[in-house]
Each structure stands twice: as structure tokens, then as C-alpha cells.
């Protein structure tokens, strides 16, 4: 069984902060992806990464920045946190497309 | 443009009737697939249904299905016999470009609500 691991289920932090989410798979798959999801948007991508070391901007990278160290671990970072950061974030993972798995969601409130 | 649009924000339905939840999309791309996620209030994505552009027939998953209209290029889910369990939200999916690889991402609508009634 794939696993979609997420360091969090709920978060809260205060402006400024520096925040780390991490994300971890077990299929060995190349790979990686991190969304944001809000009401009324749907999901939205922020940073992808298809191999180690490797990382693309997606729709909304601004205020992010990720890290992929190992295969099996996906890091989105909030340099500085903001108000308008407060999210549910999502990370998914894959071989095929059509296989897309998904963690959790870390639940992240910025005061 | 958008290209993937959910018109419906919020759908209810009786238990035991069958409910459609409508998506389009838009692509130039001729190889692309698009997929149903149902999302519980627990927050996980579930994956329910595929169906690739060049499947000729629509996708089917027990009481899922995938009405495929391409030349509309709609990609409506079908519940068939509702259940409580089934009250969630929504999402449609699309991606384009070749199967494997890398960096085949997904682009999501705006998702549906689908409250289940007795």
C-alpha cells in the first residue's frame, strides 16, 4: 500500500515565522508535489519535483520554496509566514499520473 | 481560460438516487486524462475514477461512473444509488501530455459539495 506521509495535520504559527512542512513517500517515486487548497479555488499547485535535487515552479510559487534532499522527501518552506498563507496544504506523489496519491493535508493557520 | 470548470458548488441528492456531477475542460493537447477525486471532511483525496483521452470507452469504478463526452469535452461523474458516505466535495482533474515522465502535473476545478440526504 502506497503511503503519503505529512510531518502535520494541523499547524499554527505566527507571522514572520520561518515554517517547514515536510512530506514523505514509500513508493519510491520520482515524483513530488505540493498544492495549496482554499474554498472556492480548489487546489493549486505551488512547486513540483521530478527528481532528486530537481524543482519547477508551479501556479502560485511566490512565498514558497522547496527542497528535495532525498527521493522520499518533498520539503515546501515558508520563508517568512504570512496571514494570507493560512491553508490546507497537500502533497501527492506518483509514477504514473493516473496514480496520483495523496498525503493527508497539514492544516496551517498563520496568526 | 480556465481549464477545468466545476459549475455546480454545492449539489444535494436523496439516498438511494443517482446524482451527476458535471465538470468541462479545456486542452489543445490530444493525449490528456482526467480523473474525480472525493475529498471527506477528514480532508484526505481519494482517487475514484480515470478515463484517458484515448479510451474508448467511458470509465467505470462500482457506482462510479464517467460520462466522457469529448467533442463537448465534458467529463461528468455519475453516482449511481447515493449513500450518506458519499456527502463530500468533489474535485475534477485534468492532466495533459504524455503518461509517465516527469512533472505531469494535475490542474484541478473549483470542486463540488455533495451533500447526501435520507
Known amino acids: 500500500d502506497v503511503k503519503v506521509t505529512q510531518s502535520s495535520r494541523y499547524l499554527v504559527k505566527r507571522t514572520g515565522e520561518k515554517v517547514f512542512l515536510e512530506c514523505v513517500q514509500d513508493m519510491d517515486h520520482e515524483n513530488m508535489f505540493w498544492y495549496r487548497q482554499d474554498p472556492g479555488l480548489g487546489l493549486r499547485l505551488i512547486y513540483f519535483?521530478?527528481?532528486?535535487?530537481?524543482?519547477e515552479k508551479g501556479d502560485i510559487p511566490e512565498g514558497y520554496s522547496v527542497s528535495r534532499e532525498k527521493k522520499e522527501r518533498f520539503s515546501l518552506i515558508l520563508e517568512s509566514a504570512s496571514t494570507n498563507q493560512t491553508s490546507m496544504y497537500l502533497c501527492?506523489?506518483?509514477?504514473?499520473?493516473?496514480?496520483?496519491?495523496f498525503g493527508p493535508g497539514t492544516r496551517l493557520t498563520v496568526l | 481560460a480556465q481549464k477545468i470548470t466545476q459549475t455546480q458548488p454545492g449539489m444535494f441528492v436523496q439516498e438511494k438516487e443517482a446524482v451527476t456531477l458535471d465538470c468541462t475542460y479545456d486542452?489543445?493537447?490530444?493525449?490528456?486524462?482526467l480523473f474525480w477525486y472525493k475529498q471527506p471532511s477528514s480532508g484526505e483525496m481519494i482517487f475514484l475514477i480515470y478515463q484517458g483521452s484515448y479510451d474508448q470507452q467511458n470509465a467505470t469504478e462500482g457506482r462510479y461512473s464517467l460520462n466522457f463526452q469529448k467533442a463537448r469535452k465534458s467529463a461528468n461523474l455519475v453516482i449511481s444509488a447515493s449513500q450518506l458516505g458519499d456527502s463530500a466535495m468533489y474535485f475534477c482533474a485534468m492532466r495533459e501530455g504524455r503518461l509517465t515522465g516527469g512533472g505531469n502535473k494535475l490542474t484541478f476545478g473549483t470542486g463540488t459539495q455533495l451533500k447526501v440526504e435520507l
Open positions: 519535483s521530478y527528481d532528486v535535487k530537481m524543482k
Open positions: 501527492a506523489s506518483y509514477y504514473r499520473v493516473d496514480e496520483q496519491f
Open positions: 486542452t489543445s493537447d490530444p493525449s490528456y486524462g
